[in-house]
């Protein structure tokens, strides 16, 4: 892991394997992934699927993060919690205002945009590529215990000594000036 990765300073986890259908690692967001101020953005949640996790996963979560946004914090696009075990994919647009697509008992918890739903890539123009990990963490609790209105970094604080693995993809997305 090199100083660019936000996991590298984190608890080493077992890996996992995720994969999807509107997502290829490494490559752009697809334009439905943006934000809807983008044009062709949509803030549409990308499918997710799942596989491999660790013995003894009890619930995932899963969160979206820019950690390249100008705001010496990053920015956190979506976070869900208490994804029973039993779940190993979610549809693409499972994060709009409602989370239609969640399973029961999972929730969104409000991105740094202050919704609780997916909000999609939009950095700044000019500003260079940005690189937005997805990763689905598998965990040793069937709830994580925050309340629903916590941001994405008390859930990552609140997980890090729940996490039994991570699942991450990457997509890039960048906007010229």
């Known amino acids: 892991m090199s100083a660019n990765d936000p996991f590298a300073r984190l608890p080493k986890a077992a890996s996992f394997t995720a994969t999807s259908t509107t997502v290829t690692d490494g490559a752009p967001w697809a334009p439905e992934q943006f934000s809807s101020g983008v044009p062709g ?34 920015f956190w696009h979506w976070a869900v919690a208490d994804i029973p075990a039993t779940v190993t994919e979610l549809p693409e ?3 709009d205002d409602t989370g239609s697509g969640l399973p029961e008992g999972a929730f969104q918890l409000p991105n740094d945009a202050r ?24 965990l040793d609790v069937e709830t994580i215990g925050v309340p629903a209105d916590a941001t994405p970094a008390v ?7 729940h996490i039994l693995g991570r699942a991450v993809l990457t997509a890039t997305a960048e906007t010229s000036a």
């Open 41 to 74: 953005g949509k803030d549409l949640s990308p499918q997710l699927s799942w596989s491999g996790a660790p013995e003894g996963t009890k619930s995932y979560a899963i969160t979206v993060y820019d950690p390249d946004a100008p705001t010496g914090s990053g």
């Open 93 to 95: 647009g499972a994060g």
């Open 115 to 138: 919704a609780a739903r997916f909000i999609g890539a939009a950095p700044p123009a000019g500003h260079g590529l940005h690189r937005y990990f997805i990763v689905v963490h598998a």
């Open 155 to 161: 859930l990552g604080f609140t997980m890090a000594g």
